[in-house]
């Protein structure tokens, strides 16, 4: 039973990483259009999603293809 259980949870923190990630994934695809409007602002919260993201193991939290947009601007 005690197993079960286990697998139960792996997969809840599963999906909670996987929510995570596209929360990331989302976020960044966003970052030209919302940061402009409040950086204090969009600071904090990407400050947050990291921690979240840290708790998972996603360690990185901005993505190659991010930075790369980022140079364009």
């Not at 409040?38 to 969009?42: L, S």
């Not at 993201?53 to 939290?61: E, S, T, V, Y």
């Given at each position: 039973?005690?197993?079960a259980a286990?697998?139960?949870?792996?997969?809840?923190v599963g999906i909670r990483g996987a929510a995570a990630q596209s929360l990331r994934d989302l976020w960044d695809a966003d970052q030209a259009s919302l940061q402009p409007l409040?950086?204090?602002?969009?600071t904090s919260i990407d400050a947050q999603i990291d921690k979240v993201?840290?708790?998972?193991?996603?360690?990185?939290?901005h993505p190659p293809m991010h930075r790369r947009s980022r140079r364009k601007n």
């Open positions: 039973m005690a197993g286990g697998k139960g949870c792996s997969a809840a409040d950086q204090t602002g969009w993201l840290k708790i998972f193991g996603i360690d990185h939290p």
